[in-house]
C-alpha cells in the first residue's frame, strides 16, 4: 500500500501546471532530458497536474541535478551504489541524482561498469513520486516500493501508484 510523508504535504491546488529545470553546470543532453520528460509524463497521464521545462533553474518548481559527495545540502552522496538520489517532500522541489552512479539510458550505458548499472528512468519516476509527495510502498511491484534490483527497468506506474497520487491531487 501507497504512503505519503508526514502531514501529507502536496503542491498546491491551484497550482496544476509545475515547472523543472536542470542544474545549469550539467549540461545535460537532450536524450537525458527526454528521459526526465518521459518520467514525469508517466505521473501526468495519472493526474491533472502537467510538467513543463523551463530554463530559469532558480526559479523553477523542481529543480533537478547530478551532483557527487558532498553538495552542500547537508545531505551528501556516497559513490557507486548506496544512495542514488534523494528528493525532498513539497513544496520542496530538489531532485538530486549520484553523479558517480553508472546510468543507463535505454539499456545503454553512459559510463562505468554494467555491474553497478541503475537505471536512469526507473530511478526518476520514482523520485518524482517523492517530489510529489508520496513515500514509500509496501506493493513490490510499485514504483515507490523502496528497493530495486541493480539493473533493472520498473518506469511504469502501478496501480498502487495511481490509487496513491489520485487520492492527493
Ligand atoms: N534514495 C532514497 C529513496 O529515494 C532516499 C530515501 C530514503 C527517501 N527514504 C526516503 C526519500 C523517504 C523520500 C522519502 O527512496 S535511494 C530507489 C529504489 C533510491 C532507491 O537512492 O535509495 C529508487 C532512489 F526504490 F529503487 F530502491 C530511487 Cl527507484
Ligand atoms: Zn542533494
Ligand atoms: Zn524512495
Redesign the pocket.
Known sequence: HYSFFPDRPRWPARKTQLTYAFAPENQLSAVVRGVFARAFERWSEATTLTFVETASYGRADIRIGF?GGD???G?P?DGVLGTLA?AFAPPNG?F?LDGDENWVIDGNFLNGAPRTAVDLESVAVHEIGHVLGLGHSTVEEAIMYPTISSGTRKVELANDDVLGIQELY
Do not use: I, P, V
Open positions: 551532483f553538495h552542500g545540502d545531505e552522496f534523494h530538489r538530486h
